[in-house]
């Protein structure tokens, strides 16, 4: 039996979690970021930072590194990347797994309103001028450009350059946030609607539980649709699953 070698598609908390969990198991592994942010934290790993070039592109990098398996835990959102994996893994007959935390599901108190895509939210807002905190990160800003009149809360990263909203406060912060400074910070800025995608896990949450403690509205994009694949919710069941699919000696 050969030991495996791992491509982990990473950026994420739990995909951090992981690569500290693979590393200490001594297993080899690459760890892949989109390297949109500045600074990333990076686990004890070899790491490579941008894209592929697509399906092709992937597919000439797992041959070129003989990888043996793929490990997907790219944000829920980051459609595209989940797709090229799972069909470049399908085209070499590599085991993939991904590492997908559970979806919010809203609870008593909650006032959420669930949406196909972000576009749709943003063509949903109301005329009236309205304080929103639109936790969506910067990449998709662009869809509430022809909705300036509000009055956005914006929370990001890194320190953003040119924005297309004109109306806007800027938080630079990392998380994970806390219910309390989600709860000031909403309060400061007046927020009566809360727009987010629904990312799920606990790093982001804060601002679901300080919009019910304010009887704020939640407006939640569903993730975006992906082919079947195998998928996990922790880093133990991933583990677990390397150990069950064992590298294929003819690779």
């Avoid at 200490?24 to 592994?29: E, F, H």
């Avoid at 070899?46 to 894209?51: A, E, K, L, M, S």
């Avoid at 959420?112 to 001028?129: C, E, G, N, S, Y």
Wanted: with cysteine; hydrophobic share 45%.
């Amino acid at each position: 039996m050969r030991p495996p070698k791992i491509l982990l598609l990473g950026g994420t908390a739990d995909a951090m979690r992981l690569g500290e969990a693979l590393a200490q198991a001594t297993c080899y592994a690459v760890y892949s970021i989109a390297g949109r942010t500045e600074g990333p934290n990076l686990p004890p790993l070899p790491h490579r930072v941008g894209g592929f070039g697509g399906v092709a592109g992937l597919i000439a990098y797992l041959q070129g590194q003989a990888i043996t398996h793929v490990i997907d835990a790219t944000h829920p959102f980051a459609a595209q990347m989940s797709r090229n994996a799972v069909a470049a893994a399908k085209a070499l007959a590599l085991p993939l797994i991904a590492l997908e935390r559970a979806p919010w599901v809203a609870g008593p108190g909650d006032q959420w309103r669930f949406f196909t895509d972000i576009p749709a939210m943003a063509q949903a807002l109301p005329h009236k001028v309205t304080r929103v905190f639109l936790a969506i990160g910067r990449q998709n800003l662009s869809d509430f450009s022809d909705r300036p009149h509000h009055h956005y809360l914006l929370r990001l990263v890194d320190a953003p350059g040119n924005l297309p909203l004109p109306n806007c406060q800027i938080v630079v912060s990392k998380g994970p946030f806390t219910t309390a400074g989600d709860l000031a910070l909403m309060q400061a800025h007046g927020t009566e609607l809360v727009i987010a995608k629904n990312a799920g896990g606990g790093a982001a949450r804060a601002k679901l539980d300080a919009a019910r403690a304010l009887g704020l509205p939640v407006w939640l994009a569903e993730r975006p649709a992906l082919p079947a694949r195998p998928r996990a919710e922790t880093v133990d069941e991933v583990m677990i699953w390397l150990r069950d699919h064992p590298a294929r000696l003819g690779l």
